[in-house]
């Protein structure tokens, strides 16, 4: 089974609003990544989890934040959401030993920011 | 760093014929590729995963070349059915593998 899950699928938050979404798995993965998505533009990658250790993209850096209290789940966690942070939402897991990793995705968590 | 380019951005084909997108990175050291399709509201579903040591790997109903020497990668859809119709990206790891950079994505749609 390679199914990555999230929720909420669909999340309408406020300006101002702080925003947590969900992700899980269960293939043992070690490392789950969160992406962001603006319609006709690529994946755009947020942070990454490997093990406990988070890493950050340098742009982002301040707008998101991110915990895994456990191996199956990670959140990606909004302050202060804004309408610029309207946009799908991938998560993704792989297993990082071995080179050559696949991500595998979930279905997504599309926000919009009102 | 690695950057990737993917053209063209829209395809639009009849049921029976093929389609072809193609991906352009800069890193000569990237060994490995992939190819992600995603249909209309869900996820990315992994298509293949492609490897350096092989220039020609067949899916079903599609066939990815890769060119070393140009640095391109590409996807071929061949007799296209309306159940190709989706957002096709190529996705190439950078920062040790653990991370994806994509292409910006081509949306094809075949008509019947």
């Known amino acids: 089974d390679t199914t990555v899950k999230q929720n909420p699928r669909y999340k309408l938050a406020r300006v101002g609003k702080p925003v947590n979404l969900i992700c899980s798995q269960t293939m043992n993965h070690d490392t789950m990544y969160w992406y962001q998505k603006k319609p006709n533009q690529a994946p755009k990658l947020l942070l990454f989890y490997y093990d406990k250790i988070l890493n950050r993209e340098a742009d982002t850096f301040e707008k998101f934040q991110s915990s895994r209290p456990n191996n199956s789940f990670c959140s990606l966690y909004i302050g202060s959401a804004g309408l610029e942070y309207s946009a799908m939402y991938l998560c993704a897991s792989s297993r990082s030993w071995g080179g050559a990793n696949t991500q595998y995705f979930g279905p997504g968590t599309r926000l919009l920011v009102l | 760093g690695e950057q990737v380019e993917q053209r063209p951005p829209h395809l639009s084909v009849r049921e029976g014929d093929s389609a072809v997108i193609i991906c352009t990175y800069t890193?000569?050291?990237?060994?490995?590729f992939f190819w992600y399709k995603q249909e209309p509201g869900a996820g990315l579903q992994l298509l293949m995963k492609v490897f350096s040591s092989t220039e020609i790997n067949e899916g079903q109903g599609f066939t990815v070349l890769l060119n070393k020497k140009d640095k391109q990668l590409s996807l071929n859809l061949t007799a296209a059915h309306p159940g190709d119709s989706a957002v096709y990206f190529c996705a190439v790891p950078y920062q040790g593998g653990r991370a994806l950079i994509f292409g910006t994505g081509t949306t094809v749609s075949v008509s019947p």
């Open positions: 890193d000569p050291n990237s060994y490995y």
